[in-house]
């Protein structure tokens, strides 16, 4: 049984187009079915058709299909982080 901020998660990566169900599967335990059950039991109609139309076919939601070999998150901010002046400044005291 997963907690409410689990199934947050499974929802918010099933959403995002370069996770995998693989990947959902490795760290909840769910397979592609089960999120799919879970995706229909949590969200509206109307936003789980949305779901559905959106990652029916598309290979970046399966690891033998993809391409993509990285499915680590990255920041879009990422760059502008590294390149941060204030965080390699020394510390004076």
């Known amino acids: ?3 409410p901020e689990e199934i947050d998660r499974v929802i918010e990566m099933a959403w995002e187009d370069r996770t995998p169900f693989d990947v959902i599967k490795a760290q909840f335990g769910l397979s592609e079915q089960q ?3 879970l995706m229909r039991r949590e ?3 109307s936003s789980f058709r949305m779901w559905r139309k959106r990652v029916q076919g598309r290979v970046t939601k399966h690891l033998k299909l ?4 990285d499915y680590r998150f990255k920041s879009s901010l990422q760059k502008l982080i590294s390149a941060n002046k204030i965080s390699k400044r020394p510390i004076n005291l």
């Open 35 to 37: 999120v799919i059950t």
């Open 1 to 3: 049984m997963l907690k």
């Open 43 to 45: 969200m509206k109609p």
């Open 66 to 69: 993809s391409e993509v070999q």
